[in-house]
């Protein structure tokens, strides 16, 4: 079968890696489609994964599967776990890494615990059958051993459940989103800075109120006057703020990396300012 | 069909840019070939862009299709075009990326305005029809939104005039070309720096006296006095200069890096001397 | 036909030469599935490329066909060949980037001469039929106009023997192993530094004693006590030993990189004790 399987991984682009899970792919399943999502996410760097999966999947054709491993905890008893959603499959350890799907797919609430129940559309399985497994398994590489394999026989046609016992809540990270100051500012936050230097942040256009114009947008102490349509708005070094391709507000350098000129790191606070309209006497 | 996409962008590989833009293909089209030429161009740098693409379309079949998304022009007015060569077909943005297509391809001549007129032998039409793109479509990342479907519905076989009305012309780059001075150097330029650190400069064989030996080549105020016929004719750490595999003259360091030793960069003058072929006295 | 050919090469990711290598490929055999298995291999780093080759050809199928072009020696009289084994092809320079492939696929012992003997179940020869190489053959790029049009032809199910004479041993690199000293210490070598810092050495599982226990490490002046099992046995930024994926010993840093703490490089020293098994007393 055609399927396709994405891979995204922090193996890094120096090692074989990559290649020795694409590998045992093949050879389960030689027709299918390997396409490489991102293999330079940070050293054990999960919601660095997330994001970079999430950007990624939601343009990919239904039933793709996608692997991710990103997984500092292999070797101990962390889960692995496959999730099936409308969309597509993704198989991944379970330590959080799946929170923006489950986010997008319509998981249920957090719970108490650091956990996500898996709502009505979602079916989410623990990998536990080593039926599927190579043998012997490393206790250092479950990636080649379990989640390639794993990925290849589900692209092959078998049930996720084939794989192991149905599972009801996935852990999830706790994703920021932004919040509302007293005095009406947004608290926005930088959620990944992307290889051109553009800081992509957690608000959207929902998250703007349509009335309340016009817009300042604030990143340390540097204020943005008004919002771009695109890049090619800005002149040449001027630094912009718009609404990226994955639709959230980026601050941008035309011409130069953002990131540099402001020092933002993830997780920095972005600071939206709306008036309600009416511009107020002596401003 | 299982025809080939090969995809060209300044999008790095630290993000899933390049892989929304597969998966947006795959799902037009689940039998196209993807290939990546390369990722790593400098951000918005056209004219590397144009290089790169140029040291690769001649080597893959016949009806390739070629994504290039290096694109400082996103959402304003550039236009988008799909250029149909006899060799291969293209799809870019019209900011001079296809120079060195163009030039290959049997372009006319360059008009007064930055233009290039299509060649007998080429077709170029705007990319105006809506019909083949994502909806809506981002201002920022038309890579996704409008070349990589129509790059998709190309490979299934439609026209390239189904994509929107033909043009007479593109934009093309002014490309360097050798100039011979007026005492017989032939001043050249480096077009390009590969990753080994080789000097690749627009000087090609051609541009070279067949009488006239023999050559010596400077770089600053290095001086190489011969031309070599492959690295492994050098000594160790020696500097040399040999016609490489893209027919260009090449100054090269066996065993180390020519950009970092001459401290050369893009757009430096290399000059070649040739004597008439008869050595002087007192030389 | 569906065969996999894997590329290895010191080309770096910022110039078309590997693109050029696949296009030529897909012009000979447009259903052949290609896999990038490493692209930055040191400059002409051979021993490297050997290594990284060996982490991923045991994890593809059967008939896999590996090309591997590191090839300082290119243009010059060094030999380019076919290695045909039981489970897979090899296309490369002969110049010991096939070193561990030789070890793990039983050939024969070394000749003095820095050769290996070809053993019973593997089959060399040199490629010096030009008939189907690329023409003009550049004497620059051999991967392009010599090595990919040979993997390409084989992947047709051309007999290796098509390419050229059989030959009856291979350069190889003087592949280091541990050594046991007078007082018993086993002294092994780092031969190669993954992408997370992790130091992989030559010593395997059966060079231990399984008698002795416990085993302390060395690497340079810091000594671990223990053997892991897996990463997440360790504390946060604890350094720790353990077996990894390809079975050797490794030195890694939870968390970071054991190569920038301990300052190690390829070909260091890495030194294990293994007391008898009875405690000394005093100990």
Redesign the interface.
Known sequence: M?T?I?L?TD???????V??????I??IN??V?????????G??NVSQAAF??N???P???RG?IHLVVVD?????D?RAVVLRTPLADFVAPDNGVLSYVLEQSGAGRATEDGLRRIGPDLEAFAITNPRFWRSPV????HG??IFAPVAGHLSLGHSPNDFGERVDSLVALPLTRPERSRDGTLVGHILHI???GNLITDITIDDLSPAGKPVSIAVGDRVIRRLS?????AQREEIIA?F??SGHL?VSLN?GSARAVLRAEVGNEVRVCQSDGKQREGQ
């Open positions: 055609s396709v994405t995204t193996f890094g682009l120096s090692d074989a890696y290649a020795s899970m694409k590998g045992v093949l050879g030689p027709l489609r390997l396409v490489d999502v991102c293999h330079t996410v050293p054990q970079v999966l950007t990624a999947f343009f990919f054709p793709t500092p905890g292999v070797g101990s962390r490393s206790s250092t590489f080649r051993d992307d290889s051109f349509r695109t890049y090619a708005d718009l990226g391709s980026e011409g």
